[in-house]
């Protein structure tokens, strides 16, 4: 019991490079919720509209991306595109294109929720007072909107960068390749290496996510009433 | 695009596997979760101490940590402190810890949902304890969850794309293979995503339609 194996995290650089690692998977992330988010305000905009055809475009988009897996997808653009089209793209641009595009459809639905959920006289009385298409929107319905859907869209986020650990298995050197490097580097020396790498990675993420979480179900619960 | 029909033929059988595989996973680790909910929802429910305290934790710890990490730690990481288990057994044990936590907070807002005076008129009428929670509660409970319940299920069986990551031939893993050995991109992405819509459609439809046969012990509406 000399050498618990915990040791392998404070040795060298250990700790430094898995948040190096952990630096690539949050900026995949945050890009990906940025587009992804003003995407999905548009396209959120585009599912409450009257013509049926938009309606039914914006419902198959969102269905496309709910019933087949994201890791999936990841495959679809990382291997499938560059050889249809005879171009080379990285793992990076391939994550961030695919989690871009999800996020816009799950986004979509937040606000299209969030947008149906407003009482229909809000509409009314603004069009009444003669506010134009765009004031109805900037006025009256983004503003109530953004309360309802910021729940939502919060979880959607903690979503994404829960999925970006998927990023490993497209090539992309993120925490988990960073980790598995570590691991078998030392796996002579400490073979419990992979228990406190991961365990660490684990953490790490939760560390994230959780109060991402409970903002969520706090704004939820103030914003009920 | 051309597409090779004849390798299309050729690793039908491969996929064919993969595809019972994916199902054989989904369904356990449905099954499994759908157990874990029910226990931590009625832990919940009669605030038992301690095990409330437990549950919790693992709700937190389960939804907020990515699956390809859960599997990373179960597989390499436990195993290093002796602890050693199939690949399948691994990934079914993966997907219930994950899903575990999910039906538990669909099941906690369904049961939340049975309004007080349900329960307590079952009391008056001196049901005991269990036999409220059997035919009162959890009848109810169900028809508000179904559609949460319905909802997780798919997204377990999406999630089973990731246990590939540990050596399971599933569908996922199968592509990566086929890709790497034959070249046949395109033909390959076509049989998985084809794959998927098969397992993944029918399965929607059937717990929609499931969802309107419990309907009917909704109370009220």
């Known amino acids: 019991m000399q050498n618990l194996g915990v040791n392998v995290l404070f040795e060298g650089t250990t700790i430094q490079r898995l948040l190096e690692g952990l630096l690539v998977t949050a900026g995949i992330a945050f890009l990906s919720i940025i587009i992804g988010s003003l995407l999905g305000i548009g396209m959120g905009l585009l599912r409450t509209s009257q013509s049926k055809t938009i309606q039914f475009i914006c419902r198959l988009y969102l269905e496309v991306f709910r019933i087949i897996p994201i890791l999936v997808w990841l495959f679809i653009v990382y291997f499938g595109v560059p050889s249809a089209l005879d171009i080379h793209l990285d793992g990076e641009i391939v994550a961030v294109i695919v989690f871009s595009l999800w996020g816009a459809a799950e986004m979509g639905d937040i606000v299209r929720g969030a947008l149906e959920s407003l009482p229909k006289h809000q509409i009314e009385s603004g069009k009444a007072i003669g506010l134009s298409f765009w004031g109805l929107y900037r006025y009256v319905l983004i503003p109530q909107a953004v309360r309802r859907m910021l729940p939502g869209a919060i979880n959607l986020s903690t979503r994404m960068v829960k999925t970006t650990s998927l990023v490993v298995m497209i090539g992309v050197i993120d925490v988990v390749k960073i980790g598995q490097q570590i691991i078998e580097r030392s796996v002579i020396k400490v073979p419990t290496a992979s228990f406190w790498v991961y365990g660490l990675i684990f953490i790490l993420y939760f560390i994230i996510c959780y109060p991402l979480s409970k903002l969520s179900k706090k704004l939820e619960a103030k914003w009920e009433n | ?221």
Request: aromatic share 12%; glycine share 6%; net charge neutral.
């Open chain 2, 1 to 221: 695009m051309d597409i090779n029909w004849q390798f299309i033929i050729s690793a039908l059988p491969l996929y064919q596997k993969a595809a019972w595989i994916t199902i054989k996973l989904g369904f356990w680790g449905t099954m499994l979760s759908l157990i874990i909910g029910l226990v931590c929802s009625i832990i919940i429910y009669f605030r038992i101490k301690v095990l409330k305290e437990l549950v919790a934790i693992y709700v937190e710890l389960s939804r907020n940590t990515p699956l390809l990490i859960q599997l990373f730690f179960l597989y390499f990481g436990l195993t290093k402190l002796g602890i050693t288990m199939s690949e399948t057994t691994c990934a079914i044990i993966g997907l219930a810890f994950l899903g575990g936590s999910y039906m538990t907070e669909a099941f906690r807002s369904g049961i939340e949902a049975v309004s007080k005076t349900q329960i307590e008129s079952g009391l008056s009428i001196g049901l005991s304890q269990i036999q409220l929670i059997r035919y009162v509660i959890l009848p109810q409970a169900f028809a508000v969850t179904m559609p949460s319940l319905a909802a997780n299920c798919i997204f377990l069986f999406k999630e089973t794309s990731i246990v590939g990551a540990i050596a399971i031939a599933e569908l996922m893993h199968v592509t990566q293979d086929v890709i790497g050995m034959y070249y046949q991109t395109f033909e390959s992405l076509l049989m998985l995503v084809v794959a998927y819509l098969m397992i993944i459609l029918p399965l929607s439809f059937l717990l929609s339609w499931l969802e309107r046969k419990v309907r009917y012990a909704e109370f009220g509406s």
